[in-house]
């Protein structure tokens, strides 16, 4: 068994206390530069939404970013999510590889002939 990991930095964590709280900005800011709805962003920062690339092309403009860091953010967090998941872990665990898959297939068509 491997040892549990922390769940990585989310997207919002990085905006609230990166870029908001040291900037002295406010949610209804970055929707401004952004050019979103409010909404949008509330649910970005309190990891209520999962980042879209269309919001990391906004969001490296506006703080002269990558667009990269914001989405290995986001996909840093969507992995960790999947290996701590036991539901996801028991459905992953029931998928058949394609050796696998194409062995079992050559065997049954083997019995036919």
Excluded: C
């Amino acid at each position: 068994m491997t040892q549990a990991t922390r769940k990585p930095t989310t997207v919002g964590d990085v905006l609230l206390y990166e870029y908001l709280e040291p900037l002295e900005l406010k949610i209804n800011d970055l929707a401004e530069m952004l050019n979103v709805h409010r909404n949008s962003v509330s649910a970005l920062v309190n990891n209520n939404r999962k980042l879209t690339p269309d919001m990391a092309f906004r969001l490296s403009v506006v703080f002269d970013t990558s667009v990269d860091f914001w989405l290995n953010l986001q996909n840093s967090v969507d992995i960790w999510e999947i290996e701590n998941d036991a539901r996801t872990q028991e459905e992953i665990s029931r998928v058949t590889s394609l050796e696998a898959y194409l062995a079992r297939k050559e065997t049954q068509q083997h019995r036919v002939a």
